[in-house]
């Protein structure tokens, strides 16, 4: 089955760790897509990337990183910098014929 | 103002009713249409998708898009408690490197 996998679907963070979100597509989408959700916020823009070794800020990018390495995965990086960074993360990868966006199941972060 | 509207509800629907969902937008470029339900602590799914103006039919789910007043509208007929979710509209348009543009999201309940 094709589809976008995330890892893990929970994850438990202490303040000043790094923690890196895994996403993976078999889809065979260029593009990829990080967002944040908050309650009452919707889904906010945090990374995105075109084609392999490239990838744009989004929104609220400050104190993540990305890379995209391979076309299928776009893994997220959350660091220490981030001030607030208990949130639902999802990926998202696109069609390009259709701009539509197809997503993962998420990964809860808590930081503790 | 922003680029999407969307009321966030709730709305709270007797099981069969007819429910109308909409979104306003600002930017006449929108070219591309869609909308996605996301059950609780899940991704986004795509629903329904639509290019330019006009209405989609699939099932008991019907897309309406009016370009002239800015407009976009889902319509559930025979709701069901599985119907149960958040709805969100998103749009994009060419030359937008494939960002989508989210509504808020409406929170809808179907009570048996």
């Known amino acids: 089955d094709g589809g976008i996998t995330q890892s893990p679907k929970y994850l438990f963070r202490k303040e000043g760790q790094n923690v890196t979100l895994s996403c993976e597509q078999n889809l065979n989408h260029d593009a990829m897509y990080w967002y944040r959700q908050d309650p009452g916020q919707g889904l906010r823009l945090i990374y995105y990337?075109?084609?392999?070794?490239?990838?744009q800020k989004g929104d609220i990018a400050e104190g993540y990183s990305v890379s995209r390495e391979k076309k299928e995965s776009f893994p997220l990086t959350v660091t220490s910098a981030q001030k607030n960074p208990t949130a639902f993360y999802l990926c998202?990868?696109?069609?390009?014929?259709?701009?539509?966006?197809?997503f993962g199941p998420g990964t809860r972060l808590t930081v503790l | 103002q922003k680029e999407v509207e969307q009321d966030p509800g709730p709305l709270s629907v007797p099981e069969g009713a007819i429910v109308s969902l909409n979104c306003t937008y600002s930017?006449?470029?929108?070219?591309?249409f869609m909308w996605y339900r996301q059950y609780s602590r899940k991704g986004p799914e795509l629903l329904m998708y639509?290019?330019s103006s006009g209405n989609k039919e699939d099932g008991r789910f019907t897309a309406q898009v009016d370009k002239s007043s800015k407009y976009i509208s889902l319509f559930i007929r025979d709701s069901q408690p599985s119907d149960s979710a958040t709805y969100l509209c998103?749009?994009?348009?060419?030359?937008?490197?494939?960002?989508?543009?989210w509504g808020l999201g409406t929170s809808l309940g179907v009570n048996p």
């Open positions: 639509t290019y």
């Open positions: 998202a990868s696109t069609d390009r014929r259709t701009d539509t966006q197809y």
């Open positions: 930017n006449s470029a929108f070219q591309y």
């Open positions: 990337s075109q084609i392999v070794n490239d990838f």
């Open positions: 998103a749009m994009s348009y060419a030359g937008n490197n494939r960002k989508l543009i």
